[in-house]
């Protein structure tokens, strides 16, 4: 079962990844219980973890402040999840892709043509198409078999905009793009093209940390350059 502390670190830690809160900005037990409506106890115990995984600094007098990450601090955290990735899909494909996981896959590329053939990108549309990433994303994860390509994956998701939860939901050519690479990848691992597959998911990760990158200073996720 679930905990309050639970429920509010998922909150909080959403919001950072997401840049509803900015980088600097203080995060204070008091107004964030009141605005989460729930005592200060899961708070302050969220705001510890969040601290201890790094997003956010605690400074004496100060209280917690929100990690500022630099374009190239976020830009190398996408190399090493590209790396990962990579990995992923050539240990997937050399194993082969089992007739219920190439269903998911299948079933991932054709939702995201749904939402996508329509010629430009409806806000209804921005959590379904996410959850769909998430899925495309950790069902090749799984497939590789490899626990600790998995573990590593997810550990660069606890920075700033490099989860494959995080879309930046703006530019259509990008989006499609990128989901034209699901279709790619899609393919690759289920005719077992283990090469192959791995240098698209590489460039896919790849080009969306170079995207952010070139954008960082518009999107706003940090105050380095």
């Known amino acids: 079962m679930r905990t309050r502390s639970q429920d509010v670190t998922e909150i909080l830690r959403d919001w950072i990844l997401t840049g509803a809160v900015a980088a600097g900005e203080r995060l204070e037990e008091v107004p964030l219980a009141e605005r989460l409506g729930v005592s200060?106890?899961?708070?302050r115990?969220?705001?510890?973890?969040?601290?201890n995984e790094?997003?956010?600094?605690?400074?004496?007098?100060?209280?917690?402040?929100?990690?500022?990450?630099?374009?190239?601090?976020?830009?190398?955290?996408?190399?090493?999840?590209?790396?990962?990735?990579?990995?992923?899909?050539?240990?997937?494909a050399t194993s082969g892709i089992p007739d219920e996981a190439a269903a998911i896959l299948?079933?991932?590329?054709?939702?995201g043509d749904r939402y996508l053939d329509k010629g430009h990108l409806a806000e209804d549309d921005f959590r379904p198409y996410q959850a769909m990433n998430v899925t495309f994303h950790d069902t090749i994860l799984r497939l590789s078999g490899n626990v600790w390509a998995e573990r590593f994956v997810n550990q660069t998701h606890g920075i700033?905009?490099?989860?494959?939860?995080?879309?930046?939901?703006?530019?259509?050519?990008?989006?499609?793009?990128?989901?034209?690479?699901?279709?790619?990848?899609?393919?690759?691992?289920?005719?077992?093209?283990?090469?192959?597959?791995?240098?698209?998911?590489?460039?896919?990760v790849y080009?969306?940390?170079?995207?952010?990158?070139?954008?960082?200073?518009?999107?706003?996720?940090?105050?380095?350059?």
């Open 160 to 204: 700033p905009f490099v989860s494959d939860r995080i879309i930046l939901w703006h530019d259509y050519g990008v989006i499609l793009r990128s989901h034209n690479d699901h279709h790619r990848i899609a393919e690759a691992l289920i005719n077992r093209q283990a090469a192959r597959a791995e240098d698209l998911m590489r460039e896919h």
């Open 54 to 92: 790094g997003l956010i600094d605690y400074l004496p007098k100060r209280g917690y402040l929100v990690r500022s990450f630099s374009a190239d601090e976020v830009f190398a955290a996408y190399e090493v999840r590209a790396a990962l990735e990579g990995l992923a899909c050539r240990l997937a």
């Open 40 to 43: 200060r106890t899961p708070v």
């Open 106 to 111: 299948r079933a991932c590329v054709a939702e």
């Open 207 to 225: 080009f969306a940390g170079l995207f952010l990158r070139e954008n960082f200073h518009r999107i706003g996720l940090g105050q380095n350059a």
């Open 45 to 51: 115990a969220a705001l510890t973890l969040l601290a």
